[in-house]
């Protein structure tokens, strides 16, 4: 339990030290505390606040700098989320203007956008539909006499498009595939599609197709990326900036563990509400020791919900990252929910 002047001498010193990295000293102190107060009052305190284990002295300065235990007590006691700047709202409303032609380009936009706000890595992810997903559309067209492209689309909006090879195969035989996967596929829940994949639909296509196994691996490979989560990265280089050390053998897996999907995925708890802050050790990787992770929950009512998170160093500004996750989850939101009414579910 904190008293009030110790709780206002933690926050000086946590804001402080995340606007220069510089320790902050008693002197400092005494000069930016709302109320006249002795440097040996100060000192007493930040000894007790060093006590609790809340700040810690460095080897190379006489001032203070939070430790993990610190941050952590800040953000669950004292942040409070910093409103918007007019130009960070101007970004965010900006971004949102245009037309999207899928969700997918929402997410990808939403994680330029915070990235660029915060100046931090920025990871957001497709909503997790709380119903099934299904196929809402399949087409093939032929590039060539060797080539074609198979375009899948899900209720959601999601469309994935691959080119493959088809050799001897008419238009006709072509349009017989599509009028199959539209009949047989068409409105069942992606689930019901693999199964129908192994026997069924084979079957169905071999009257018609001699060797169907080639589209058929091509189409069983495009619905199951459609099942996969869709997690979109941006400003990934700049969490090397604040890396503790700037060498290769620290660099390159830092960079190998966020520069996929799923290394980004493991981090983020799909499950989480509202905003939440994990700090240092509580990620749980070495490499990420002095780095935060800040989440937030945007929640599309009966098409899911999704996640949007920033990835920056222990020593970030909570209040204003707090605020800009708020905000933006509220303005996709708006913007995603618009686009079902829009074009359906």
């Known amino acids: 339990m904190l008293t009030d002047r110790q709780k206002e001498i933690l926050q000086i010193i946590i804001r402080d030290y995340t606007k220069n990295g510089m320790p902050v000293g008693s002197k400092v102190l005494s000069n930016e505390f709302p109320t006249s107060v002795s440097s040996a009052t100060i000192r007493n305190e930040m000894a007790a606040l060093e006590a609790k284990g809340l700040i810690t002295k460095t080897h ?42 899928r969700i997918d ?19 957001t992810f497709n909503p997790e539909q709380d119903k099934a997903i299904k196929l809402s559309g399949f087409r093939l067209v032929k590039l060539d006499d060797r080539q074609v492209m198979a375009i899948i689309v899900i209720d959601n909006g999601h469309v994935v498009d691959k080119v493959f090879h088809l050799r001897e195969v008419s238009p006709e035989q072509l349009q017989t595939i599509v009028n199959i996967i539209n009949e047989e596929l068409v409105g069942k829940p992606l689930n019901e599609i693999t199964e129908k994949l192994q026997f069924e639909i084979p079957a169905l296509i071999a009257k018609y197709v001699q060797t169907p196994e080639g589209f058929l691996n091509v189409f069983d490979e495009m619905v199951n990326e459609v099942g996969k989560d869709r997690v979109h990265i941006g400003g990934r280089l700049n969490l090397l900036r604040f890396a503790e050390r700037q060498d290769i053998d620290y660099l390159k897996p830092l960079y190998n563990l966020l520069d996929t999907g799923d290394g980004v995925a493991q981090l983020v708890d799909p499950d989480s509400n ?5 700090i240092g050790n509580e990620l749980r990787n070495d490499l990420l020791r002095n780095y935060s992770l ?9 098409y899911g919900h999704g996640v949007i998170a920033v990835i920056g160093p222990t020593r970030m500004p909570y209040s204003k990252v707090i605020g800009i996750v708020g905000a933006l989850r509220e303005e996709m939101t708006r913007k995603i929910l618009g686009y079902y009414d829009q074009n359906g579910s």
Do not use: C
């Not at 380009?105 to 990871?123: C, F, H, N, P, R």
């Not at 509202?274 to 994990?278: P, S």
């Open 294 to 302: 800040i989440t937030g929950t945007y929640d599309l009512k009966e």
């Open 60 to 101: 190379f300065s006489s001032g203070r700098i939070p430790s993990m235990e610190g941050y952590r007590y800040y953000v669950d006691n004292l942040v409070q989320p910093d409103p918007l700047d007019d130009s960070a709202e101007d970004l965010i409303k900006s971004s949102f203007n245009g037309d999207f032609s």
């Open 105 to 123: 380009e929402i997410i990808q936009e939403s994680a330029k956008v915070l990235s660029d706000l915060t100046s931090y890595m920025a990871v």
């Open 274 to 278: 509202d905003v939440e802050v994990r």
